[in-house]
Every structure is written in structure tokens, then in C-alpha cells.
């Protein structure tokens, strides 16, 4: 099948219902989206599909095959950080990290839908997303300062 993953074409003999996070670690190397308890619940593995958030790690391969997919990987124009990543970092809206990627493409994905949410809605829209260090406070200044910045 023909993955289309951040503006490149890759051709891959695959399982088409492998899932679309294992191929996109362990066929394309892009590492950044991450495994977290193999269900959906978490966001770890969040991808944007035709630039929707959706969960890597329970969407199968096939469902993404032909269709724009951007992994963490894809966000950034050379050595400028994407205006989410770049915001993240501002506001260290992090920890260990693991949960970064899944939040900041959900957030990409968000503002895409609603340029200027409040904080009411940014919590709803990052919902999906699990953070087991407790960052949300700082996740969501990120977000909002992002979309401040889109402005
Ligand atoms: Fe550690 Fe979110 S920063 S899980």
C-alpha cells in the first residue's frame, strides 16, 4: 500500500491491518508518535489524518493508505519549530515528554478546526490526551499562547 506521511510517498508491503503506529515506527522510522497502552485511550499515538487528530496505535494501516498523514516529525520548516512546538517549549509544557507529540499534533489539529478556542475548549479538544506527569496547566498556556501567535 501507499503511505502518504509528511508530504512523501512510501510504498510498503504490509499488513493492511497492521496498525498505522506500528508501521509508521517500525517501516518508516518515524518514532515520534508513541505507544502507550495500545487502545486509544491515551493520545500518545496521535496522528493527524487528512489533518484530523486521530489514534495511530488502533487505526489501521490501510485506513490511512493514500490519505495525508503528519506524524510530530512532519510539523517543523526545517530548523523553525512548528508555532505549537515552539510554544511548548516557551511554556514548558512538558515533563518526561512522552506525552508531548500526541498533545501537540492534537493541538495542531484543534487549532486547524478553531483558530481561537478558549480554555474551556482547549481542554475539551485535548481531551483525548493523557498526560501522566500532570502538565495540563502548562499545556494549555502553550496552546493558547499558540493560537495568540496565529493571530
Ligand atoms: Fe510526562 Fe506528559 S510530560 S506524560
Redesign the pocket.
Known amino acids: 500500500m501507499d503511505l502518504i506521511v509528511n508530504g512523501e510517498r512510501h510504498s510498503l508491503v504490509v499488513d493492511r491491518e497492521r496498525s498505522l503506529l506500528s508501521v509508521l515506527r517500525d517501516e518508516d522510522g518515524l518514532t515520534g508518535s508513541k505507544y502507550g497502552g495500545g487502545e486509544g485511550n491515551c493520545g ?1 499515538c496521535t496522528v493527524l489524518i487528512a489533518g484530523e487528530p486521530a489514534q495511530s496505535c488502533v487505526t489501521s494501516a490501510s485506513a490511512a493508505a493514500e490519505r495525508h498523514v503528519t506524524t510530530i516529525e512532519g510539523l517543523a520548516d526545517g530548523e523553525s519549530l512548528h508555532p505549537v512546538q515552539q510554544a511548548f517549549v516557551d511554556h514548558s ?8 507529540p500526541g ?1 501537540i499534533i492534537s493541538a495542531v489539529g484543534l487549532l486547524k478546526r478553531n483558530p481561537h478556542p478558549d480554555e474551556k475548549e482547549i481542554r475539551s479538544g485535548l481531551n483525548g490526551n ?6 495540563y496547566a502548562r ?1 494549555v498556556k502553550a496552546v493558547r499562547s499558540a493560537s495568540e501567535t496565529a493571530e
Do not use: D, E, S
Request: charged share 5%.
Open positions: 500518545a509544557a512538558f515533563q518526561c515528554g512522552y506525552c508531548t498533545f493523557i498526560c501522566r506527569c500532570g502538565a499545556i
